[in-house]
C-alpha cells in the first residue's frame, strides 16, 4: 500500500502578480489563509497557477518561497509536467531540490503519445527523481487521456503514488481503481466530483475552488472521512454552483476574478488568459454572493 500525499482538500493556489511580476508577499498570504483554513496540501505551479506563462526562473523561484514558507507545516507538490520528458525532468529535479515534497506531472500535450510513451514519459522521470510523483489527468486540455492498463503498469512504480483524474470519466476511475488497488491513490481533479471520488476510494481533491473556500472544501472531505456524509452532501451540495461557476470560462480566468472581487488582490492575467466579459463577471458576482463569500 502506498501512503497517499496528503488526504483531503490541496488547494491548487493561483499565482498572484503584480507589476507582471510573481508576488511573492502576496504569495505567502496565500499559503498562509489556506494552512490556517484547514487544507491539507498545497500544489504550486499547475494548472491554476498559470505555470505555463511563467519562465523557468520564476517557476523555480515560486516553489521555493512556497516551500520556505510553509515550513513543513503542510507538503507542497510542485507542477513541473511537460510535452518535452527531459524538460519535464530538469523541472521535476529542480523542484525536488527546492524542497518539494512531491510533483504533480501532467501527460504530454500537443504531440501528444503512444499510452506506450505515456508510460515511458512518467517511468523516466519516476526513475530519476526521490520524491513522490502524482500523475495528472486532464483530457480537456491535454487532448490525451490514461488507460486503466496505463495506469495499472505506473502504479508499479514506487515513486508514482496517485493521481489527479480530471477526467469525468467514473467509468475510467472505477476500472482503474479497481485494477491498480491500494498501489495508486486517486484524487478529484474536479470539485464537483469530490465526493463521488471520495466514495470510489479516493483520498479527497486537488481544488481550484479552495482558492475561494478553503475551510468548505477541507470540511466536506473531514466530514465524509469522519462517517458524516449527510453533512458532508449538505455543504457539498451547496455549494456546487459556486464550483460550476468558478469555470465558466478557462481556468484560472473566474477564480482570479472571484479572488479579486473579495479583496485579496491576486493580480491580474497573463497573456493569452484575458479577462471576463461584464456579463460574465455579473453572473460570477451573483452566485459569490448567494453562496456567501461576496
Excluded at 477564480?255 to 493580480?267: F, I, S, Y
Aim: aromatic share 8%; charged share 20%; proline share 4%.
Amino acid at each position: 500500500m502506498k501512503t497517499p500525499i496528503f488526504k483531503g482538500s490541496c488547494t491548487a493556489i493561483v499565482t498572484p502578480f503584480k507589476n507582471d511580476f510573481v508576488d511573492f508577499e502576496k504569495l505567502g498570504e496565500l499559503v498562509d489563509e489556506q494552512i490556517n483554513a484547514g487544507t491539507s496540501a498545497l500544489v504550486v505551479c499547475g494548472t491554476t497557477g498559470e505555470a505555463s506563462t511563467q519562465s523557468i526562473p520564476e517557476h523555480l523561484a515560486s516553489v521555493e518561497y512556497a516551500v520556505k514558507h510553509s515550513a513543513g507545516r503542510v507538503p507542497v507538490i510542485a507542477g513541473t509536467g511537460s510535452n518535452d520528458t527531459a524538460h519535464a525532468l530538469l523541472m521535476s529535479q529542480s523542484a525536488e531540490k527546492s524542497g518539494a515534497d512531491a510533483l504533480l506531472i501532467v501527460t504530454p500535450y500537443y504531440n501528444k503519445c503512444s499510452q506506450s510513451g505515456l508510460v515511458k514519459h512518467f517511468t523516466y522521470v519516476a526513475d530519476r527523481v526521490n520524491i513522490p510523483i502524482i500523475l495528472y489527468n486532464v483530457p480537456s486540455r491535454t487532448g490525451m487521456s490514461f488507460t486503466t492498463e496505463s495506469y495499472y503498469e505506473l502504479s508499479k512504480h514506487p515513486r508514482i503514488n496517485g493521481t489527479k483524474e480530471a477526467s469525468g470519466n467514473m467509468g475510467l476511475i472505477a476500472a482503474s481503481r479497481a485494477k491498480c488497488g491500494d498501489n495508486l491513490n486517486f484524487w478529484s481533479g474536479n470539485d464537483n466530483e469530490t465526493l463521488a471520488m471520495m466514495a470510489m476510494g479516493g483520498m479527497g481533491v486537488i481544488s481550484v475552488a479552495a482558492n475561494v473556500i478553503p475551510k468548505e472544501m477541507a470540511k466536506i472531505c473531514s466530514l465524509f472521512y469522519e462517517g458524516n456524509l449527510e453533512a458532508a452532501q449538505e455543504l457539498f451540495y451547496k455549494y456546487i454552483p459556486l464550483m460550476d461557476a468558478l469555470f465558466m470560462d478557462v481556468n484560472p480566468i473566474p477564480v482570479k476574478t472571484a479572488m479579486n472581487l473579495m479583496g485579496k488582490n491576486v493580480g491580474h492575467l497573463r497573456m493569452p488568459l484575458c479577462d471576463m466579459s461584464g456579463g460574465q463577471v455579473e453572473k460570477l458576482k451573483a452566485v459569490m454572493k448567494e453562496a456567501g463569500v461576496l
